[in-house]
């Protein structure tokens, strides 16, 4: 074999591995936008239900407006949220919030024993376990995909081709993690 087939092999070798790594990253990106997409139809869904639950308990809390308005200022705030750390900072004011409203539940009687409010508090514990299953699963391909972009040798290929981290959703380690958690009753 001579050595210009030989060089020839090696540099068809290092462009074609180029190649897959390149196209790896670009997979890799793909799925964290696809995970990132699934989290914000989840969020929706529940930022969609809180009107109801607003007008349901308005029916009952004549006097209590401000827990009803910081309650849609969060929805708010946290529909505008367009990436992780917006919506991280979104989601620890939405669900402190909430769990204003759901505080006032205790205080209004009627207002528990709803049948919509009931429902609603349901649809709620469904999709906040929906949007942690969603979370887990964003936050690793955020992790796998930060690690490759920063390991060796794919490090210069994402440099050159500008693949920045992207940012893990987290939610604030002050704020419990179950918001519609039943109360512990101890006898």
Avoid: C
Avoid at 157 to 168: G, V
């Amino acid at each position: 074999m001579s050595f210009s087939k030989i060089v020839l092999i090696i540099v068809v070798l290092i462009i074609g591995y180029l190649v897959v790594a390149y196209n790896s990253l670009v997979s890799m990106r793909q799925r964290v936008l696809s995970a990132w997409s699934d989290i914000e139809v989840q969020l929706k869904k529940r930022y969609n239900l809180i009107p109801a639950l607003v007008d349901t308990v308005k029916g009952y809390t004549k006097h209590e407006s401000e827990t009803l308005e910081n309650v849609i200022k969060a929805r708010n705030m946290a529909l505008s949220a367009h990436n992780a750390g917006d919506a991280s900072k979104a989601e620890s004011m939405f669900k402190n919030a909430l769990g204003g409203i759901f505080a006032l539940s205790e205080s209004y009687p009627e207002l528990k024993a709803n049948e919509n409010f009931k429902n609603l508090q349901n649809q709620l514990q469904v999709l906040e376990a929906d949007i942690e299953s969603a979370r887990r699963y964003y936050n690793a391909t955020v992790r796998d995909y930060n690690a490759k972009i920063e390991s060796f040798p794919e490090i210069y290929i994402a440099q050159k081709f500008n693949f920045e981290p992207y940012e893990y959703f987290e939610v604030d380690k002050d704020i419990e993690a179950d918001v519609y958690k039943m109360p512990k009753v101890d006898f």
